[in-house]
């Protein structure tokens, strides 16, 4: 009897191991910002082919003492301007459409919605993964590997000018 109650106890207590692997760990959100995420459920296929993943973002920004010689900085949670600090959303991917989603919601009802590759101009073509965009490329990536190959080639062949 007291074996089973440690056990009931230990399991309670100890967290499911959900692995990391669909989810980007890190991404920045502007100058001394990074959006760490840590993915909560495995992928599930949406009845309309989409994937999503419920996932807990903690945002950070760095709190720079200027005077200081040398610089000192701190991180600390966001709040503010930055967002909320920590807040539990659900990634969207549409490997085939190439979108990227996220929403409080896991029906997608409140999502924001947003090509993966840029449509237009003289980035046409080109994957959307810097920060001011939200880095959608490399998070739909992460659900959609085969599909997002040849955007990954590309990035990497940017960096190797």
Known sequence: ML??????????ATPSSVPQEHVLPV???GTGCRVE???????QRMSDGWWRVKVRQRRWVQNCDWKSTPVTCVDEPASGRAGPPVQDLWLFADCRGERFATS???????AWEQDVFYRDGASAGEPKFQTVAGNPFMRWAKL???EAEEGNQKIRE???R
């Open 27 to 29: 991404f920045g959100c």
């Open 37 to 43: 995420t840590e993915q909560l459920s495995r992928p």
């Open 144 to 146: 959609c590997p085969a």
């Open 3 to 12: 074996s089973s109650l440690v056990l009931l106890v230990l399991s309670a």
């Open 158 to 160: 940017g960096f190797q």
């Open 104 to 110: 409080k919601n896991p029906d997608r009802s409140d």
